[in-house]
């Protein structure tokens, strides 16, 4: 069961265009993370937001986690080349003990950003 | 520190071999990730450990499928007998205890069933 849904799922645009990326869900989570893949490497954090309606700013890069938290966006304002990668959203519940850590992955968004 | 270090980077062998995937996690590390990735499918969680121990192994596709971890610095992911159905790139991942705690991915192992 998907329970993160990303749009889009493809994304290609010209250097210096502004983009959304967005990650729903039908579920409460208690936190949601960014992540960013290039080709051959595993995932890196961007970021994660843990309160609802809060907005993170990272250079170019904004982060909103939905007031309700179950929803997410990621803007790039000005995109340039380097932006280009897979970009995953990832959400947790929390239950306390080992339930901590374990992340539900939505499908990715594929962002090619063109010079 | 030294990242999450996954072996082999790539594999390919045929049906029905045995294929073992190695992964080191990040010193002082608790939770350990196994992880699937396909164009079709995502990132699919298969199985997690937490102080050596399964937590969760219900990502698992079948009995094909086993893991372990012997100790705090030490995994492996064993598919026997190998299907071609099961090629895919396999991330491994660690991070600590505590909410909101990042998950430091491997580089991965792209695995090929021919």
């Excluded at chain 1, 280009?84 to 090619?112: D, E, M, P, V, W």
């Excluded at chain 2, 594999?11 to 992880?35: A, N």
Aim: charged letters at 20%; hydrophobic letters at 30%; a neutral charge.
């Amino acid at each position: 069961t998907q329970l993160l849904e990303q749009s889009p799922q493809f994304l290609s645009i010209q250097e210096g265009e502004n983009l959304t990326v967005y990650c729903n869900s039908s579920s409460v989570f208690s936190s949601l993370q960014w992540y960013r893949q290039e080709p051959g490497e595993g995932p890196v954090l961007l970021v994660t937001v843990v309160t609802g309606g809060e907005v993170k700013k990272l250079k170019r890069l904004t982060f909103q986690f939905g007031d309700a938290r179950k929803d997410s966006s990621l803007h790039i304002t000005a995109a340039q080349p380097g932006d280009t990668g897979l970009y995953l959203c990832a959400g947790a519940r929390y239950a306390g003990g080992t339930s901590y850590g374990k992340l539900t992955f939505g499908q990715g968004t594929i962002l090619t950003v063109h010079p | 520190d030294a990242g999450v270090i996954q072996s082999p980077r790539h594999e390919v062998t045929e049906m029905g071999q045995e294929v073992t995937l190695r992964c080191k996690p990040i010193s002082g590390h608790d939770y350990l990730f196994w992880y699937r990735q396909t164009m079709m499918r995502g990132l699919e969680l298969l199985i997690y450990f937490n102080n050596n121990v399964p937590i969760d192994d219900s990502g698992m596709p079948e009995d094909r499928f086993s893991a372990k971890m012997p100790n705090a610095s030490f995994s492996t992911l064993k598919i026997q007998p190998s299907e071609p159905r099961d090629s895919a790139v396999y991330f491994c991942a660690s991070s600590r205890t505590g909410a909101y705690q990042p998950q430091h991915f491997g580089d991965g192992t792209r695995l090929s069933i021919l």
